[in-house]
């Protein structure tokens, strides 16, 4: 039984920063593409970044790109979503995922394991 559950989320005053974690159980974490993506009430799922096993090859969002940084440490099983300079447009429920694939898929349609998601509120 694979899990894969988020943490970090809250709420933050635009500019501030936010780090979020996830963590993953069942599988074996480094052979995982992860990724993360979010999604707005009202709005579509949107990708925002996603991370490969080895070697690391990491892509982000044109609208996150510069601001926000994956990282993973496969001794701990973990992927984080380190987010600076947020903005009002970053509210979302920001949901990790993963998939034993060797690619770094942009698409959630190619992520077979989710976790429950963790909100993320940036106010003014």
């Known amino acids: 039984q694979v899990r894969v559950v988020e943490s970090g989320g809250g709420q933050v005053q635009a500019g501030g920063s936010l780090r979020l974690s996830c963590t993953v159980s069942?599988?074996?974490?480094?052979?995982?593409?992860m990724g993360w993506f979010r999604q707005a009430p009202g709005k579509e799922r949107e990708f925002v970044a996603a991370?490969?096993?080895?070697?690391?090859?990491?892509y982000y969002s044109d609208s996150v790109k510069g601001r926000f940084t994956i990282s993973r440490d496969n001794a701990n099983d973990t992927v984080d979503l380190q987010m600076n300079s947020l903005k009002r447009e970053d509210t979302a429920v920001y949901y990790c995922?993963?998939?034993?694939?060797?690619?770094?898929?942009?698409?959630?349609?190619?992520?077979?394991?989710w976790g429950q998601g963790t909100q993320v509120t940036v106010s003014s």
């Open positions: 995922a993963g998939d034993p694939q060797w690619t770094v898929p942009r698409s959630g349609n190619a992520y077979a394991y």
């Open positions: 069942g599988h074996f974490f480094g052979s995982l593409a």
């Open positions: 991370i490969g096993w080895m070697p690391h090859v990491a």
